[in-house]
């Protein structure tokens, strides 16, 4: 956002919106732009926050978890996206690009345990829908889902709950 826009670097923890453009003070259209011109770069090249990734791991899977991904990147991302997963090493048993989608209905049908997300958005859904009556709904915590209903919620970085 800040190189296609010409804008200066903010800070994670000033960052209280979803919306990226509410994080920037810039245009619904800006933001619609950006993601229409930057999406494909950002699925190329985002990183990966391995020690979060590695200790959600660590505590909560064994041998025989499974493990689903499920983005709201847009399917026509999922081979990038599938690359990007093998090249940074993740291990996951199916990947699922959803697009703008409600993940409700598909964690129902895998039949999920467990979810762990940032997005306040899902975090609202789950409370309409009650799934956290059978899945255990974990928070990545950031300023933006500061209010957000959640059973646990995990350091950005180091993945340990705080």
Known sequence: MEKVFALSPISIENVKSFRLSEAYGLTREQEL????NSEYQLC???ELAEERISTILDAYTDENTEIFVITSRDEKYFKDTKEWLNRTNFKYDKLFCIG??????LIQELEADAVFEDNPIFFEEVLNDKIYEKVDIFCIDYPYNQNSYCKVRLDKVTGKPI
């Open 44 to 46: 190329r090249e985002s």
């Open 100 to 105: 703008k989608n409600s993940k409700i209905k």
């Open 33 to 36: 732009h950006f993601w229409n």
